[in-house]
């Protein structure tokens, strides 16, 4: 009777067998750079994906799409209405430039809102796709991200109408829209996959999100110049409410399409500043919610 011949996997462990036949971990975290590679690959499915949850977003609604601008619009109208000519929060502000201010601060915090909501549950509102197919779990909030940016360009043609009807018509600045609209994308994007990440740990966290964006709308200058409204107060409350991302992005907006809204609004280096948090936010964001791309749709 003849012995079994030694193998030469004899005497390996289960981590050496696994690396001399190239075998890994299911659903291991890739390495950055190959994370963001699959994601690119995947740069079709989050396009579809977002699209294809803007046109179900109102689906079951009559007037369908149009909700998408006739939404913040109402909500514009609620608050000039309260704040405008109830309290008297324009503050002298010209009719013909408070008007489209704060449409245009309704619209552009509506954005970062709306992606922040969203992202929230990205993870933790789709775990059935999450646990069935394997793709960067980045696609998710980055695809919600993406929706509202289609929802806001959307109704970029109801707040380009309201600038023309008060006064404001097109020339050279308008065209700051969009690196400005560039720049809000990449900060919405990086703090939708912060929330997610946070979301698909505490899913209460969706429960105490609206107050938390409640707060910084007020604390951002929608409805208000923050420098006037401000002006009796130590000057070091107006510039931390001033350099908050929310209110950096509005004001951008605000004096590209705006004529009687000057550099004078505006706080010095407002570009470098929205810059700097776009970068922050965005490539943070993205890294933090990385860290974690194993545990997604576990436990």
């Known amino acids: 009777m003849t012995s ?3 193998s030469a996997d004899d005497g390996l462990s289960p981590a050496e067998l696994a690396a001399k036949y190239g075998l890994s971990v299911s659903g291991a975290r890739p390495g950055l750079r ?3 590679r699959q994601l690119w690959g995947r740069r079709h499915f989050i396009l579809a994906f977002s699209q294809a949850k803007l046109t179900a977003q109102y689906s079951q609604a009559k007037l369908g799409q149009v909700w998408q601008v006739v939404t913040p619009l109402l909500n514009a109208f609620v608050y000039f209405l309260i704040f405008g ?3 008297g929060a324009d503050r002298g502000m010209p009719r013909e430039v408070y008007v489209p201010f704060l449409v245009t601060g309704v619209f552009v915090f509506t954005f970062t809102q709306s992606s922040v909501m969203a992202g929230v549950r990205a993870i933790s509102g789709n775990l059935g796709l999450v646990r069935a197919l394997h793709f960067p ?3 998710l909030p980055i695809s919600f991200a993406l929706q509202q940016l289609q929802q806001l360009l959307f109704s970029m043609v109801v707040l380009v109408a309201v ?3 008060f006064g404001s018509y097109p020339s050279a600045s308008w065209l700051l829209v969009v690196p400005a ?4 994308f990449v900060f919405n994007a990086g703090l939708a996959l912060v929330v997610a990440r946070m979301g698909a740990k505490t899913p209460d966290l969706a429960q105490l999100m609206p107050f938390i964006m409640r707060t910084w709308m ?18 070091w409350i107006s510039d931390l409410l001033q350099y908050n991302p929310a209110a950096l992005h509005m004001d951008l907006i605000r004096f590209a399409l705006i004529d009687g809204y000057g550099g004078s609004n505006l706080p010095p280096h407002v570009w470098f500043a929205t810059l700097a948090w776009s970068v922050v936010i965005g490539v943070g964001g993205f890294v933090y919610f990385w860290k974690a791309e194993e545990r997604y749709g576990r436990g």
């Open 4 to 6: 079994a011949r030694p």
């Open 85 to 87: 000519v109830i309290i």
């Open 34 to 36: 190959e994370y963001i």
């Open 218 to 235: 007020y604390a951002s200058g929608v409805m208000f110049s923050i420098p006037v409204m401000l002006e009796d107060k130590p000057a």
């Open 163 to 165: 600038a023309v009807i």
């Open 181 to 184: 609209l560039v720049l809000q």
């Open 137 to 139: 779990r980045a696609s």
